[in-house]
């Protein structure tokens, strides 16, 4: 059977994650860091074969992977199913204001309810995670024997992560998010599976792991 391989990476550093606010849908662009981020990102993956790579069509993501197609020379493609969960009315705001306006529902976040849909047009960790298996499976399933790169967002690859080593919703996170790491998977059409993950070493040593995505 043929296998996808699969890098992924989330985007690198905006002054939104310095700030700890939530992003969500919201196109916050890349800060100088994150520019540089996406830069040690492609060299470190220059001699790797790349067959595509897809893109969150938000521009923190799309402009780290826009540094990555230049080097690669690989063909760009914008996903919005791979943009970040929707977290509604709270996007723009930091936990701790969600937490002074919305307590119960800042409760129910922080507890991992899979279920619980964010109010304002948001998405429950379940509609995450169906959402994001779709996307890969149907991305994944066009480049059986070859290897690709997703481009997207913290929440994503915590999604990624769980999926790949069959880890509940509601786990605790023990693994890193750290912007523009990459993280490598294998993909069947039996599901994820996780061969390393966030691999900093082309990154400074003072590389953030930013729990807002």
Known sequence: MHVTRIIAIRHGETTWNVDGRIQGHLDVPLNNTGLWQAEQAARALVHEPIAAIY???????????????????????????????????????????????????????????????????????????????????????????????????GGVMDTLYRLATRQDLQAPRTWELTNAAINRLLWTPEGLSLVGWADTAHLSPDSRDEIHS
């Open 55 to 153: 893109s969150s069509d938000l521009q923190r993501a799309y402009a780290t992977a826009q540094a990555l197609a230049r080097t690669a020379q690989a063909e760009l493609h914008a996903e919005p199913e791979l943009r970040e969960r929707c977290f509604g009315q709270f996007q723009g705001h930091t936990f701790k204001e969600v937490e002074l306006s919305h307590p119960e529902a800042a409760q129910r976040w922080r507890t991992r309810d899979p279920e619980y849909v964010l109010p304002g047009g948001g998405e429950s960790l379940a509609m995450l995670r169906a959402r994001i298996a779709r996307a890969v499976d149907r991305i994944a399933s066009r480049h059986e024997g070859q290897q690709i790169v997703l481009v997207a967002h």
